[in-house]
C-alpha cells in the first residue's frame, strides 16, 4: 500500500500527438494496455476504477496512476481499496495530462510487472479531451445527476471516448435523466461508442465493464502476435 | 426571448487582470454588479440562475450571459423560464472566461437598463477559477453527488468564491455527503466564504440567495454614494 507522488513538469505541448504515439507503441510491444478515464469531478471516476480493479485483478496484472491538482485522496483510495499498485501524480495546477506527463508517471509506476493500467485524468470535460496522452483507449464516465445534454455540451470528450459508462445508474429515479435520449446524443457525436449504463456503487453491470477490458487486453496481445 | 450567439475572440492573456479591474470599475460606476458562476458540469448552475432570476427579477433588472464550448442549450432555457435578457457565448473549445471575452458578451447584452448580471462560466473546476473576469462576486455551486472531498480537490475555486452553494441538498439522504466536513474544508480554504446549502429544484433556502445578491448589489449602489 505504498503510494508515491509525483510532481509533474510541464511539457512542451508542440509534438504531443507525436509523443503520444510512441508511448503508445512502447507499451503496445510489452503488452501493457493504457488506459485513460475521464469525467467531470464527482462522477465517480475512483469509485469506478475500485470496482472495476476488484473485478480484474485476479486475471491480469494492473497499476493505477491518478493525476489531480494537488490531493492524494484518490491514489490512497485506490491502494487502501484494491491492494494495486497506485501512485498520485500532481499536475501544479494543470488542467490535464499530455503524453510527456504520462510517460513520467509510467516510469514512477514501473510496468514490467503489468497487463493493464488505469490512468485516472484532472475531474474536467475540457481540457483533457484535447490531449493525447498515448493511452490505447479513452473511456470516459457521465453520471447521472450531472443530466443527460452533456454530450450536447461538452461534444469533444463524448467523440474521443470508444467507452461511455453512465454511472449512478441506481439514482435515475430520483434526477430527470433520459437514458434513451443521452444514448442518442452519444450515437449522434460517435456510433462507435460502446455505452454501459452502470452503478459503480452497487455494481451494476460492472461485470460488463471488467469483460470490456479484458476483451480489449487480449485483442491488443492477438495483434501483437499477429504482427510479429 | 431573443437569444443571441456570440463566438468570442480569443483574448491575449497578459493584462487579462488589469483589464478585469477596469471592467469591474465601468460596472460599478454604471451600479452593474456582475456575477461569476463557477461550478463542474451538471451541478445546476442553470437551474439556480432559473430558480433565483425568478425570485429577483421583481426587484432588480436582469441580464444572463451563458457561456458553453458551442451549445445553446442554456441561453435558450434561462431566456424561456425567466423572461429576462439572455446571450449565448461560444467559447470556441476554450475551457474558461477572462476579462476581454466577458466584455465582448456585456455589449451584446447591453447593460444600459441592467442592475445585476450573471454570467455563467464554462462548467469545470480547474481553469475558470485562474481568470479574472472582471465580475464583483464569485459564485460557485457544489452538488452533493460530486462528494464532499472536493474543496480537497480543487481548493483554488473555493478560495476564489465569496459564496458557495451546496446544491440538491434535496437528495443528500442518498448519497454519502457530509455536510459538517465540506464546511469545514471550505472554512480552512476560505474563512470569508458565504456557504449556503439549497436545492434549485424544490427552492429549499434559495430566498437566502436571493437575499444575498439583493444585499450586495445595495452595498455597491451605498459605496458608489460614498465615494462620489
Known amino acids: ?38 469525467s467531470s469531478p464527482g462522477a465517480g471516476k475512483t469509485t469506478t476504477l475500485v470496482n472495476l480493479i476488484n473485478r480484474l485483478k485476479g486475471e491480469l496484472r494492473i497499476g493505477v496512476m491518478e493525476a ?61 479531451a484535447e490531449y493525447d496522452t ?3 483507449l479513452d473511456m470516459m464516465i457521465l453520471s447521472v445527476p450531472e443530466g443527460d445534454d452533456k454530450p450536447l455540451k461538452y461534444p469533444l470528450v463524448f467523440q474521443k471516448c470508444s467507452l ?13 435523466f433520459d437514458l434513451q435520449a443521452v444514448r442518442g446524443y452519444i450515437a449522434d457525436r460517435n456510433p462507435k461508442a460502446v455505452v454501459l449504463a452502470v452503478s459503480a456503487k452497487t455494481g451494476e453491470n460492472m461485470d460488463s465493464v471488467a469483460d470490456y477490458f479484458k476483451t480489449k487486453r487480449g485483442e ?8 510479429k
Not at 5 to 22: F, H, P, Q, S, Y
Not at 99 to 127: H, K, P, S, Y
Not at 164 to 176: E, G, P, T
Open 68 to 128: 489531480d491538482i494537488d490531493s492524494d485522496v484518490d491514489a490512497v483510495t485506490v491502494a487502501r481499496r484494491t491492494g494495486v499498485k497506485s501512485v498520485q501524480l500532481h499536475t501544479g495546477g494543470m488542467c490535464h495530462l499530455d503524453a510527456g506527463m504520462t510517460r513520467q508517471g509510467l516510469e514512477e509506476l514501473g510496468i514490467e510487472d503489468l497487463d493493464l493500467v488505469f490512468l485516472e485524468n484532472v475531474g474536467n470535460l475540457v481540457c483533457p
Open 164 to 176: 461511455v459508462l453512465i454511472n449512478k445508474i441506481d439514482a435515475i429515479d430520483y434526477f430527470d
Open 220 to 227: 491488443m496481445l492477438c495483434q501483437n502476435k499477429t504482427t
Open 1 to 38: 500500500m505504498q503510494v508515491k507522488t509525483i510532481l509533474l513538469n510541464k511539457n512542451v505541448l508542440e509534438g504531443n500527438d507525436r509523443e503520444a504515439d510512441i508511448l503508445r507503441g512502447e507499451l503496445r510491444e510489452r503488452g501493457v494496455l493504457l488506459v485513460n478515464v475521464m
Open 134 to 136: 498515448g493511452a490505447h
